[in-house]
């Protein structure tokens, strides 16, 4: 399942998930990517983003900051609890998914958000809505998994440009590692 918010960037009700844009209100939320590429306007390109962003931190920030540069809108792709729960561990995500959904909204850098229960980068949705570009946060994990993923976006999508964005800070700023200090460790 997928859930799309849309925060406008002149005025924002978080509390009742409205906003107003050229003057009509959204009050329903589509439920589907399908939905997001009928809500997207038409001639207008983007840069598709997913993630966690379980902890708001400068790494997103940045993240999210240069991709809205690319294109004409940002569309961020934030995961959904069982879909993070699948492949991180059963302790993530420490925030739902409707709240992590509501603050990536909020920062003004973002035009769509949405809900994933798949992968952002899978042919399915990368097919339906056709990003003009994705950005990747430098690779520090497993290499040989982001070149499939990298290889899986340019066959699903080989208009797409493909952005890697170096890391922040040589300093290792992410999720798991706030929790660690947090825990003391």
């Avoid at 809500?39 to 997103?60: A, E, N, R, T």
């Avoid at 961020?76 to 990536?104: C, E, F, H, T």
Wanted: glycine content about 8%; aromatic content about 8%; hydrophobic content about 40%.
């Amino acid at each position: 399942m997928q859930i799309i918010y849309h925060y406008a960037s002149q005025l924002r009700f978080l509390s009742t998930c409205t906003s107003t844009i050229e003057g009509t209100t959204m009050k329903s939320v589509p439920r589907s990517a399908h939905a997001l590429r009928k809500l997207l306007p038409p001639g207008k390109s983007f840069c598709l983003v997913g993630g966690v962003f379980d902890l708001i931190h400068v790494g997103h920030l940045h993240l999210l900051e240069y991709a809205a540069t690319l294109e004409n809108l940002l569309v961020v792709a934030v995961l959904s609890d069982n879909y993070v729960r699948g492949y991180k561990n059963s302790s993530r995500p420490i925030i739902n998914q409707w709240q992590r959904a509501a603050m990536v909204a909020a920062l003004r850098c973002v035009d769509y958000v949405y809900l994933a229960g798949v992968s952002p980068n899978s042919p399915r949705v990368l097919s339906l809505l056709k990003p003009g570009s994705i950005v990747f946060g430098e690779n520090s994990g497993d290499e040989v998994r982001f070149q499939q993923r990298l290889a899986q976006v340019r066959a699903s999508s080989p208009d797409t440009k493909i952005q890697i964005l170096p890391r922040y800070t040589e300093e290792e700023i992410s999720t798991g590692s706030i929790i660690r200090k947090i825990k003391g460790g």
